[in-house]
Nanobody
Framework: QVQLAESGGGLVQPGGSLRLSCAAS????????MGWHRQAPGKQRELVAR???????DYLESVKGRFTISRDSAKDNVYLQMNSLKPEDTAVYYC?????????????WGQGTQVTVSS
């Protein structure tokens, strides 16, 4: 079982920056993929960015060049640096991991942290 602790959300003006953090803990053999999804009111949850165990990132097209995902594998932490934020980035952001234990591969989600971009 994995526990995910997210932090870093809040209210920011357009053009501002925020940094989200997520720390994974619990019983697992390895964490293969760490990522961030978001869900805005009335919209489906979408993948914002993810990073694999080799450090290779993937990004949602609309955040490329503005967001940077990074990972500290020694601490099982993942970060999302968000710059040049826009009102359309407003959403609840969820940390997610795909991890392995002795029972196989699993996906787990955090509780979410609110990001609001508004003047």
């Amino acid at each position: 079982q994995v526990q995910l602790a997210e932090s870093g959300g809040g209210l920011v003006q357009p053009g501002g920056s925020l940094r989200l953090s997520c720390a994974a803990s619990g019983r697992f053999v390895s964490i293969n993929v760490m990522g961030w999804h978001r869900q805005a009111p009335g919209k489906q949850r979408e993948l914002v960015a993810r990073i694999n165990s080799s450090g290779d990132p993937d990004y949602l097209e609309s955040v490329k060049g503005r967001f940077t995902i990074s990972r500290d594998s020694a601490k099982d932490n993942v970060y999302l640096q968000m710059n040049s934020l826009k009102p359309e980035d407003t959403a609840v952001y969820y940390c997610s991991v795909i991890y392995r234990d002795y029972g196989g591969a699993h996906e787990h989600w955090g509780q979410g942290t609110q990001v609001t971009v508004s003047s």
